[in-house]
């Protein structure tokens, strides 16, 4: 969605409907947002994802004692990534401090607990597998990533990589424990993943066996799943480990705190924390950002580029290390894999950006699929030949072709540089000039003493109506509709908007509210107009402007809609 730019932020789900349905890029999805530099309101996203979030960590759900989080206050991003079991091989993510909130098949039951589900980010920083399928993954290695504390000058806390040997997923047998109920959790885990026995800062002992995988769970962590208003196997999943007292530090300061790990998250108690923070839900999703190098470039103009394809952050990421046009490295990748990690271009082209798979060898390179080393393979080599060639274009035409020294590379197909050529076109004339999808806009609860924002130029020079037909009509333009989310803008919202325009005598005098809950958005009309839309199926509705265009954005926005509507009107 693009155009609710006085009053409201993006709601992001239907912003992604909106690009997939205009874009000329192929499989153009979102891709992930810089966790700590943008951080975004979780009511902005379509539901469920806000009322999921509330029913855990709103403010009538943590209570007056405030305690521990379970998703974190921000989304941190939202994203789409590749999921070959998902429709259309992607699926919608939501990262937060503790966990991801992924939504693998849209066509299920909004209402199951299941729709929305918490990713399972532990099994793939501990195994060092980024899962891309139900039964595919990527190669790649182990997270060494303190699993609590501190994520810098902390070499005392073992690492997801450590905690993966002890864990039932790297082997099924060996590392089942046996039923412990009512013994003393007195088992440390060392930095390096070994353990021994000690006298703990706290008696903790063992409340429950899982049998799932072989693992008991400690009463600390027991009540504290009890005292959840989610079921415990939705929100963290079948343990997949001991419980383990470790040393860490936390803030700078050395302590002793139990771990356990868990399908969906970590659990940590730190006994000497104020009772409703003793346990506390681990930065899983943080850290998991931190493992996979997922960043927002500095330079705002990009964002929308990283945030609009599949792994755009590691795409533009790759081409700013190397001085390579981003926009040129997201065309390569679109014609050299659709954006599909584990794609083969030809016989030895391979991966996110169709790299020849001997020079990864002779890079030495142990995860050549893992996509931020193959985007960063591609770069380097694309810069090098641009250096040499002297366009960009004969970069991109030699790297298609390239051969190492011997000739044993295979050839690629013959229209690979023709594609990433036009790619690159689109890419630009796509998302070069958009504005950052998180740039906070006006408050949404601004005060009716704001200042009115400016009405728009009407008619637009550029764009003078005909003449009024027979039925005092006269023809506005074709083309896309853009929707608003079904949940997100409802009709009561747009109506409110509606209100707060009218405060500041920015509407028209008599309007009405729209007998059918009808609502629009274009920018030559004001606030109360009606305009009539016709479908391809050639039926009719009248629909009423409830909101404006901001000036700076008008030219975007007739780049590529003729008209946005709310989601009873979309459906309509």
């Given at each position: 969605?693009?155009?609710r730019?006085?009053?409201?932020?993006?709601?992001?789900?239907?912003?992604?409907?909106?690009?997939?349905?205009?874009?000329?890029?192929?499989?153009?999805?979102?891709?992930t947002?810089?966790?700590?530099?943008?951080?975004?309101?979780?009511?902005?996203?379509?539901?469920?994802?806000?009322?999921?979030?509330?029913?855990?960590?709103s403010?009538?759900s943590?209570?007056?004692?405030?305690?521990s989080?379970?998703?974190?206050?921000?989304?941190?991003?939202?994203?789409?990534?590749?999921?070959?079991?998902?429709?259309?091989?992607?699926?919608?993510?939501?990262y937060?401090?503790?966990a991801?909130?992924?939504?693998?098949?849209?066509?299920q039951?909004?209402?199951?607990?299941?729709?929305?589900?918490?990713?399972?980010?532990?099994?793939?920083?501990?195994?060092?597998?980024?899962?891309?399928?139900?039964?595919?993954?990527?190669?790649?290695?182990?997270?060494?990533?303190?699993v609590?504390?501190?994520?810098?000058?902390?070499?005392?806390?073992?690492?997801?990589?450590?905690?993966?040997?002890?864990?039932?997923?790297?082997?099924?047998?060996?590392?089942?424990?046996?039923?412990?109920?009512?013994?003393p959790?007195?088992?440390?885990?060392?930095?390096?993943?070994s353990?021994?026995?000690?006298?703990?800062?706290?008696?903790?002992?063992?409340?429950?066996?899982?049998?799932?995988?072989?693992?008991n769970?400690?009463?600390?962590?027991?009540?504290?799943?009890?005292?959840?208003?989610?079921?415990?196997?939705?929100?963290?999943?079948?343990?997949?480990?001991?419980?383990?007292?470790?040393?860490?530090?936390?803030?700078?300061?050395?302590?002793?705190?139990?771990?356990?790990?868990?399908?969906?998250?970590?659990?940590?108690?730190?006994?000497?924390?104020?009772p409703?923070?003793?346990?506390?839900?681990?930065?899983?999703?943080?850290?998991?950002?931190?493992?996979?190098?997922?960043?927002?470039?500095?330079?705002?103009?990009?964002?929308?580029?990283?945030?609009?394809?599949?792994?755009?952050?590691?795409?533009?990421?790759?081409?700013?290390?190397?001085?390579?046009?981003?926009?040129?490295?997201?065309?390569?990748?679109?014609?050299?894999?659709?954006?599909?990690?584990?794609?083969?271009?030809?016989?030895?082209?391979?991966?996110?950006?169709?790299?020849?798979e001997?020079?990864?060898?002779q890079?030495?390179?142990?995860?050549?699929?893992?996509?931020?080393?193959?985007?960063?393979?591609?770069?380097?080599?694309?810069?090098?030949?641009?250096?040499?060639?002297?366009?960009?274009?004969?970069?991109?035409?030699?790297?298609?072709?390239?051969?190492?020294?011997?000739?044993?590379?295979?050839?690629?197909?013959?229209?690979?540089?023709?594609?990433?050529?036009?790619?690159?076109?689109?890419?630009?004339?796509?998302?070069?000039?958009?504005?950052?999808?998180?740039?906070?806009?006006?408050?949404?609860?601004?005060?009716?003493?704001?200042?009115?924002?400016?009405?728009?130029?009407?008619?637009?020079?550029?764009?003078?109506?005909?003449?009024?037909?027979?039925?005092?009509?006269?023809?506005?333009?074709?083309?896309?509709?853009?929707?608003?989310?079904?949940?997100?803008?409802?009709?009561?919202?747009?109506?409110?908007i509606?209100?707060?325009?009218?405060?500041?005598?920015?509407?028209?005098?008599?309007?009405?509210?729209?007998?059918?809950?009808?609502?629009?958005?274009?920018?030559?009309?004001?606030?109360?107009?009606?305009?009539?839309?016709?479908?391809?199926?050639?039926?009719?509705?009248?629909c009423?402007?409830?909101?404006?265009?901001?000036?700076?954005?008008?030219?975007?926005?007739?780049?590529?809609?003729?008209?946005?509507?709310?989601?009873?009107?979309?459906?309509?």
């Open positions: 969605m693009q155009g730019e006085y009053l409201t932020r993006r709601s992001f789900h239907a912003s992604l409907a909106v690009i997939l349905t205009v874009s000329l890029v192929v499989a153009a999805i979102p891709d947002t810089n966790a700590e530099d943008l951080t975004l309101e979780p009511a902005f996203a379509d539901e469920p994802i806000p009322d999921v979030w509330a029913d855990a960590d403010e009538d943590r209570g007056t004692s405030q305690r989080w379970i998703w974190g206050p921000y989304i941190l991003s939202a994203a789409h990534e590749p999921y070959i079991d998902s429709p259309g091989g992607f699926r919608a993510v939501f937060f401090d503790k991801r909130m992924e939504i693998n098949d849209p066509e039951p909004r209402d199951s607990i299941w729709y929305a589900t918490s990713g399972l980010l532990i099994r793939e920083m501990m195994l060092g597998e980024i899962q891309v399928g139900d039964d595919a993954s990527i190669e790649t290695s182990p997270a060494e990533i303190p609590t504390g501190d994520l810098e000058n902390n070499d005392a806390s073992p690492t997801y990589a450590a905690l993966g040997t002890r864990s039932s997923v790297a082997d099924q047998s060996g590392n089942r424990a046996p039923d412990r109920t009512g013994e959790v007195n088992t440390k885990l060392r930095r390096d993943g353990t021994d026995q000690f006298d703990p800062p706290s008696d903790v002992d063992n409340a429950y066996y899982d049998d799932t995988l072989g693992h769970v400690p009463d600390v962590f027991w009540n504290w799943m009890a005292d959840q208003p989610i079921e415990w196997q939705y929100l963290i999943g079948h343990p997949l480990t001991e419980p383990y007292w470790v040393e860490t530090r936390i803030d700078g300061k050395e302590r002793v705190v139990m771990v356990q790990a868990f399908e969906r998250r970590v659990l940590t108690y730190n006994p000497v924390n104020d409703q923070w003793q346990v506390e839900a681990g930065n899983a999703g943080l850290h998991y950002r931190a493992w996979r190098d997922l960043k927002m470039p500095e330079d705002s103009s990009l964002h929308a580029l990283a945030h609009g394809i599949p792994y755009g952050e590691i795409i533009t990421d790759a081409a700013l290390m190397n001085g390579v046009d981003p926009y040129l490295l997201a065309g390569v990748a679109n014609a050299a894999s659709g954006f599909d990690p584990l794609a083969r271009l030809n016989s030895d082209r391979v991966g996110l950006m169709g790299v020849p001997p020079m990864l060898t890079r030495g390179l142990e995860h050549p699929l893992d996509p931020t080393f193959n985007a960063r393979v591609a770069a380097d080599l694309i810069a090098m030949l641009e250096n040499q060639n002297g366009s960009w274009e004969s970069a991109v035409e030699e790297y298609f072709a390239w051969q190492d020294a011997v000739g044993t590379f295979a050839e690629p197909p013959v229209d690979a540089a023709e594609g990433a050529i036009a790619s690159w076109q689109e890419m630009v004339e796509t998302f070069q000039g958009q504005p950052s999808p998180f740039t906070d806009e006006v408050d949404a609860d601004a005060d009716e003493g704001d200042p009115p924002p400016s009405h728009p130029i009407r008619p637009d020079p550029d764009n003078p109506p005909p003449e009024v037909d027979e039925d005092g009509l006269y023809f506005v333009g074709a083309g896309e509709a853009a929707h608003y989310g079904e949940e997100a803008y409802p009709v009561e919202r747009m109506e409110e509606m209100d707060l325009h009218t405060s500041w005598g920015a509407s028209i005098d008599d309007w009405q509210y729209d007998p059918n809950g009808y609502y629009c958005v274009h920018p030559n009309y004001i606030v109360g107009e009606r305009l009539r839309l016709t479908a391809p199926n050639g039926e009719s509705f009248w009423t402007i409830a909101d404006y265009v901001a000036e700076e954005h008008r030219d975007y926005w007739w780049g590529k809609w003729a008209i946005e509507v709310n989601w009873d009107l979309f459906e309509a």
